[in-house]
């Protein structure tokens, strides 16, 4: 009976044992996957970052790209207005020039019908 007894402890120890070494190694993987999961998430963190500073910057340069074309549509229309006056004013000089043209004309009409 002795013998019996200190068989099944002796067998129910090695059992434990193995039950042990299996709960360590489960432990041991978990730990892995712990730290391995730890280091995904700092890297997720770290690219997170990078990627807030290059959002922050494009919305920056974006910024200074809409300013400059406001300005530059702004000088666009200044320039436009300008040619337009330029053209309003050239064809007032174009309809002056012919009516002093005619009015030399006509002056060199009277002088000749004078002359004669």
Known sequence: KYRERLLQQSQA??????QLQMYGAKFEQFQETLQNSNKMFENFQRDLGKMMDRSKALLAENRSVKVKAAKAEKMLNEMQDEESDRKQKLKQAETQNTKLKNLVALLQKEIAGLEA
């Open 13 to 18: 120890e090695d059992q434990l044992r193995q």
